[in-house]
């Protein structure tokens, strides 16, 4: 596989950002790449070879070759800045498991490295840039926020330290917020379109799905909802797995979510990056993967929502006299308004999640909250191409992944506003249970 240039620039959608608006950006997401690395020691800086972490010093390096590798190269035709930078951090074509083996620049040389090539972006965007070359700023902006995001996560895999001066302390007085809202069925526009501006190629094209009535939960299942699985058995009960889920089950030796601890026969703690802490009761269960959501859903008599399910839930309207969907698409959840805290959480407006019932604001039409942040939610859909897909010039970011991942929607706490657009298309493979996920359920 190798990531490609295009031959030719060509005009697709952007958000409109202008220069400054977009220098303030590659500012502010580096800022967050800096608290989530600055702190590390060197040999944090390298960590443990595993299938599901980069070392962190091989992944700022490369968010700064990204950078530079589709703004001032390719949209600037400017010469490579450091000599055989694509042989240490073009991740196509570096092996993952011998990203632990390259000769990296040292930790000043990294950020030496990272900041030029932001000197040089600045520069360029002070001078002006077309409308068509701001595309791939755009590009590399959403790179480097989604690589903030596993950054938190590696911290929380590995063990390492809460980051520092991201988001307020999370609070736990919002409570539970059960019940299910209902959704009548009719016809779905799934997918992005010209008008949504910067979007990822995986969601071309809108097109129109049927969709039955369905009755959603107003929330992600809880830690205190996930628990009565783990209390009865669940996770040595095979009829609750499928049976790739049981071979994973069998495989890890799971009985639980993979930071809680068991103590005294139950599970009050869990590991928070380095510490262990209460489990907040109704806060959603993060860091399931899509087995564990599936098990639950089938020993709670409940099931998974398929995309367009969740999309018009999030995104849908009834017309006047409830009986079917209206041909209308909110921007988000809650309306046009740009997110802030009282809608989502996300942005690091807090450091991990909030309890489910937070973020009133944010209802969508139908009564779901926190479509839109806290925790990712697992869908039933596999991650295939919609109707009229074709690849970006980041020809690598879909194409390789489909049919092998199941899609997540909405966004986590450690997502950006940029990327948890309700139309974003995340996507994993079943197993990954380090990614800040969680998941909400349909009624049968
Ligand atoms: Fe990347």
């Known amino acids: ?3 490609r240039m295009s031959a030719t620039l060509i005009d697709r959608p ?51 070759w990204f950078h530079e590798y589709w703004t001032l190269r390719h949209a600037h035709g400017e010469a490579p800045g450091l000599d055989g930078a694509d042989l240490l951090w073009n991740s196509s074509t570096v092996a993952h498991a011998t990203r632990w083996d390259l000769k990296l620049p040292d930790r000043n040389g990294v950020f030496a490295y990272m900041a030029d090539v932001l000197g040089r972006q600045v520069g360029r965007l002070s001078g002006g840039v077309e409308a068509r070359m701001r595309y791939f700023y755009e590009l590399s902006i959403r790179h480097e926020d989604m690589h ?3 950054l938190a996560y590696t911290r929380q895999t590995l063990g390492y330290a809460r980051p520092d001066g991201l988001g307020h302390a999370a609070d736990h007085d919002a409570g539970p917020w059960p019940g299910d809202a209902s959704v009548p069925g009719g016809r779905w526009r799934l997918g992005s379109t010209g008008a949504d501006g910067f979007i990822f190629d995986n969601e071309k094209w809108a097109h129109e799905v049927g ?11 809880t830690n205190a909802e996930f628990a009565a699985f783990v209390r009865a058995g669940g996770y040595r009960n095979r009829q609750f797995w499928s049976a790739a889920g049981w071979a994973w089950r069998e495989g890890t030796g799971a009985e639980r979510p993979v930071y809680w601890l068991e103590t005294d026969g139950g599970y009050g703690t869990w590991r928070r990056y380095q510490d262990v802490e209460p489990l907040a009761p109704h806060a959603p269960v993060m860091f399931v993967n899509w087995y564990e959501a599936e098990a639950w859903c089938r020993w709670a008599k409940r099931r998974l929502p398929t995309e367009a399910e969740w999309e018009a839930a999030a995104l849908g309207e009834a017309v006047a006299n409830g009986s079917c969907l209206a041909d209308s698409k909110r921007r988000w959840p809650w309306g046009e308004t740009s997110p802030s805290s009282q809608h989502a959480n996300l942005d690091f407006a807090f450091d991990g999640p909030l309890d489910v019932a937070a973020c009133a604001a944010g209802d969508s039409a139908f009564g779901c909250r926190q479509m839109i942040g806290n925790v990712w939610e697992w869908t039933a859909s596999d991650f295939v191409p919609l109707p009229g897909f074709a690849a970006d010039p980041y020809e690598d970011y879909s194409r390789p992944w489909f ?3 199941k899609v997540l929607r ?11 657009r309700p139309g974003y298309r995340n996507f994993f493979t079943p197993e990954r249970n380090d990614v800040i996920a969680g998941f909400r359920t349909c009624a049968l």
């Open 1 to 3: 596989m190798m990531i």
């Open 410 to 420: 909405g966004g986590s706490w450690a997502t950006s506003a940029r990327i948890a």
């Open 403 to 405: 049919n092998t991942r």
């Open 14 to 64: 952007t958000s409109g950002a202008t220069e400054d608006e977009l220098a303030t950006q590659l500012h502010d997401v580096r800022t967050r790449t800096r608290r989530l690395t600055e702190d590390l020691s060197t040999r944090q800086l390298m960590g443990p070879m595993l299938p599901i972490v980069n070392p962190v010093l091989w992944e700022i390096g490369h968010v700064g």
């Open 211 to 221: 969709i039955a009535p369905f009755r959603i939960a107003k929330a992600p299942v």
């Open 148 to 150: 903030v995001e596993a």
